[in-house]
């Protein structure tokens, strides 16, 4: 079986946000239109409006609902106060035209030393069955970055450095297990659907403890990991040659 490349986010989120567990772990997440934008931004204090073909961290915006009246909109570097009555506007401009987008609630994520991370989670499928090759942290270069893409200056790291050193208490060996658990799943669901043999997963930990899944990547960028963790880095190498001898 050929490894099948998607770069849509919905494509691959859909049969995520369709399953009746998996869905507790996604957050809410629709297509973008200016209706949407105004609903989601009264149910939820943060947005995140993204191209749904986009990579990296590259052209997302975040809006920040700071009052019944003002909102704040971050786009690359700036950001700006505008009024909730032109939101729609001001979004739109930041927009690649012709590019589709989809509007994604916010999620309070953990930090360490008051930076936000998510995690990086890649599974690979050598024979039968999935298998977790790879787990690490990455943590965004300021506490107020839109984003946590190494391509955008945040930086990989342990995974249970991260977590064991977080701001908040987090229950560390059970949400690695959660994690794992999670992750397993979603590669499965997803794996029934598309002839998919590696996917990188972007998961977030609230300041709860709770796992999120943000999206998946049927690409994962694997540049600068060696150095970070060898074994995990043989794991991942290991299964990647059997994944390209089996073709």
């Not at 869905?23 to 609903?39: D, G, I, K, Q």
Request: proline content about 4%; some cysteine; aromatic content about 8%.
């Amino acid at each position: 079986m050929k490894h099948k490349y998607i770069s849509s986010k919905m494509k691959k989120g859909k049969p995520i946000i369709n399953d009746r567990f998996l869905s507790r772990h996604v957050p809410e997440t629709r297509w973008y239109h200016a209706s949407t934008l105004n609903m989601m931004l009264r149910n939820f204090p943060v947005l995140y409006i993204k191209p749904d073909n986009g990579s990296a961290g590259t052209g997302i915006i975040r809006v920040k609902r700071l009052n019944r009246s003002q909102s704040l909109i971050s786009y690359k570097t700036t950001s700006k106060v505008c009024s909730n009555r032109n939101i729609v506007f001001e979004v739109v401009k930041r927009m690649r035209r012709g590019k589709k987008y989809i509007i994604q609630q916010g999620i309070s994520l953990a930090t360490y030393r008051n930076k936000p991370f998510d995690l990086r989670i890649v599974l690979q499928k050598p024979s039968n069955r999935w298998s977790l090759t790879w787990m690490s942290a990455k943590v965004a270069p300021r506490s107020n970055s839109i984003v946590t893409n190494v391509a955008k200056g945040a930086r990989d790291a342990r995974i249970k450095e991260i977590l064991r050193g977080a701001d908040q208490p987090l229950h560390v060996s059970r949400v690695l297990w959660t994690l794992s658990d999670v992750s397993y799943k979603i590669a499965r669901k997803l794996g029934s659907r598309f002839s998919f043999r590696i996917l990188g997963l972007d998961m977030g930990i609230d300041k709860r403890g709770k796992v999120w899944f943000i999206e998946a990547n049927t690409k994962p960028n694997f540049h600068g990991l060696k150095k970070l963790d060898p074994i995990q880095y043989r794991r991942y190498l290991q299964a990647k040659r059997r994944i390209e001898a089996s073709r």
